[in-house]
């Protein structure tokens, strides 16, 4: 179960190590192919600045609930739809050399908790793991998103880390002390603060917004 929506596919290069040959690997637009339509939707979604800052996207990241739920830079999909956790695949976008035995850090957050006008919850850290070769930990196991009554679109944003000086060397992640502001001071505080406490750096982003059937 937990391998399980841990699978990274690659497309084109080996630039993680988990690479099953055999898997089906989801075809992403164009769009989410190109770093500069990557970082033009998440500033368009204010994702840049709330959640993160600019940064060099050297993977597309996809996560899929089902063969039809899956992220696309801003698209909507149901609380109902969200109940497990997803899957992810990667494709390369740039050409930046990553050893095939640096750890990837992967998140899912929500800033929007309880509203987008009111984050006073913000943000929420709905699950957060990490893989090194075909070694899978998790740090916080997966919060299925679930918005309040009346809080409209919350955005949830998914989040690939690496080291930033590289190491390929076990990390000993600080792990946070709870959902809500993923244990740090201040609205909107989660995972950037989360990355500069570990010495990591974000190679990609994608997101979906999910609002309660009851508006
Ligand atoms: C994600 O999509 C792939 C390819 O269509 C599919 O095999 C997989 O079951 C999907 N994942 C989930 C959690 O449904
Ligand atoms: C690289 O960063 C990691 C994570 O912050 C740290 O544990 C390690 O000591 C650093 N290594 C070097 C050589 O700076």
């Known amino acids: ?24 690997i989801l075809t992403s637009s164009s769009a989410e192919k190109d770093p500069n339509a990557i970082l033009s939707a998440l500033r ?7 959640v993160l800052n600019t940064f060099s996207p050297l993977l597309s990241i996809t996560a899929n609930w089902s063969s039809t739920a899956k992220t696309q830079l801003g698209n909507t999909l149901p609380p109902s739809a969200l109940t497990h956790p997803p899957d992810l695949y990667a494709d390369k976008v740039a050409s ?34 990490s893989l090194k070769g075909d070694s899978i930990k998790e740090l916080v196991d997966y919060k ?12 949830y944003v998914i989040v690939v880390m690496v080291p930033a000086n590289g190491t390929t060397e076990e990390l000993d992640l600080e792990v946070p002390g709870e959902r809500r ?30 609002q309660n059937d009851k508006q």
Request: glycine residues 8%; hydrophobic residues 40%; aromatic residues 12%.
């Open 144 to 155: 299925p998103p679930a918005p309040p009554e009346g809080t409209g679109k919350h955005r």
């Open 181 to 210: 502001h993923w244990g740090y001071q201040g609205e909107r505080s989660g995972v950037r603060e989360f990355g500069v406490r570990n010495g990591l750096k974000v190679i990609a982003a994608n997101f979906i917004y999910a």
């Open 1 to 24: 179960m937990l391998a399980r929506y841990f699978m990274l596919s690659v497309l084109a290069e080996r630039v993680l190590s988990f690479v099953l040959p055999h898997q089906e």
């Open 44 to 50: 368009h979604a204010q994702i840049i600045p709330d």
């Open 96 to 129: 930046a050399y990553l050893p095939s035995d640096i750890t990837f850090v992967l998140a899912l957050t929500d800033p929007d908790a309880p509203s987008r006008d009111n984050p006073k919850w913000s943000q929420v850290c709905h699950w957060l793991g």
